[in-house]
């Protein structure tokens, strides 16, 4: 299973990358962040790929996740929903029997970072759960939190910023700790210029001065082939990142098809509708 998440940094300005990325890497499981658009405005180039389950949730300029399921891998409809501590449509996970796959966006945290920090705790209740309950978790997306010192470049490192601070990264390793993998470093363990975010100035992207806010964090129990960050792809300030796991052959009972809205009747030419 090849899964990829990226911040689009808005998916109106993206869509013609993703739908790129899809026919390029024909991905499994797609989790996107930040995509700024409510459903009934993402591009209609991807907005419903057929040959996907596709969940939109955000509204207009701010926030917002995604998530695309190949029907192939997923036979039936998995079952869409959002974690209680979901308020700004910053979470939509998905689960097809014992396996879950979630795309997050955690808060920046410049505005308020009581709320980040509460946002974290929260998922780290949410993945102790999920072990609690022996379910398979893959938990993707922008965390906002650089896990080490090393994950930030030498001359953007700054203990008291947040996003680098001790109690954030403390509760990202104890989200980690909940029987998690952070696929990304475990498949490049030596490399100190692993980043996946870079301010849009200077050309830090091209120098690759950044920081490692991306994640693919699974299940200790699903063997995992390959994690990499592109930094090369793409116009957003964030790199996709892709794994290939194999969580095995996924057994559950389909969720029923959301109801259709009917469409309001058209009136006769000629004829103004009442209002």
């Known amino acids: 299973?090849?899964?990829?998440?990226?911040?689009?940094?808005?998916?109106?300005?993206?869509?013609?990358?993703?739908?790129?990325?899809v026919s390029r890497e024909q991905p499994d499981v797609i989790c996107l962040q930040e995509i700024k658009a409510s459903p009934e405005h993402i591009p209609q180039e991807i907005s419903a790929l057929p040959e996907y389950w596709s969940f939109w949730h955000g509204h207009k300029g701010y926030s917002g996740v995604s998530m695309l399921l190949?029907?192939?891998?997923?036979?039936?409809?998995?079952?869409?929903?959002?974690?209680?501590?979901?308020?700004?449509?910053?979470?939509v996970s998905a689960r097809a029997?014992?396996?879950?796959?979630?795309?997050?966006?955690?808060?920046?945290?410049?505005?308020?970072?009581?709320?980040?920090?509460?946002?974290?705790?929260?998922?780290?209740?949410?993945?102790?759960?999920?072990?609690?309950?022996?379910?398979?978790?893959?938990?993707?997306?922008?965390?906002?939190?650089?896990?080490?010192?090393?994950?930030?470049?030498?001359?953007?490192?700054?203990?008291?910023?947040?996003?680098?601070?001790?109690?954030?990264r403390a509760l990202l390793e104890r989200i980690i700790a909940r029987g998690l993998a952070d696929l990304l470093r475990k498949f490049a363990p030596d490399d100190d210029r692993l980043f996946t975010w870079w301010a849009p100035w200077r050309n830090l992207k091209q120098k690759n001065i950044g920081w490692r806010l991306d994640f693919v964090l699974a299940s200790e129990?699903?063997?995992?082939?390959?994690?990499?960050?592109?930094?090369?792809?793409?116009?957003?300030?964030?790199?996709?990142?892709?794994?290939?796991?194999?969580?095995?052959?996924?057994?559950?009972?389909?969720?029923?098809?959301?109801?259709?809205?009917a469409e309001p009747e058209k009136p006769p030419v000629g004829q103004l509708t009442l209002i």
């Open 221 to 261: 129990r699903i063997p995992a082939a390959s994690c990499k960050s592109f930094r090369e792809f793409g116009t957003s300030d964030h790199a996709p990142v892709q794994a290939v796991i194999d969580p095995g052959p996924l057994v559950y009972q389909p969720a029923p098809e959301p109801e259709k809205t």
């Open 70 to 91: 190949r029907r192939e891998t997923f036979p039936g409809r998995p079952h869409f929903s959002h974690p209680e501590f979901d308020h700004e449509t910053r979470i």
């Open 97 to 168: 029997g014992d396996f879950e796959v979630a795309s997050i966006y955690v808060p920046n945290g410049g505005k308020d970072f009581q709320a980040k920090l509460k946002f974290l705790e929260a998922m780290e209740r949410h993945a102790a759960q999920a072990q609690e309950r022996g379910t398979r978790l893959v938990l993707c997306g922008d965390l906002n939190v650089a896990r080490e010192e090393r994950d930030v470049h030498p001359t953007l490192r700054k203990p008291d910023q947040i996003g680098q601070t001790p109690h954030e």
């Open 1 to 21: 299973m090849k899964i990829v998440t990226w911040n689009v940094n808005g998916i109106r300005a993206r869509a013609g990358e993703v739908a790129q990325w």
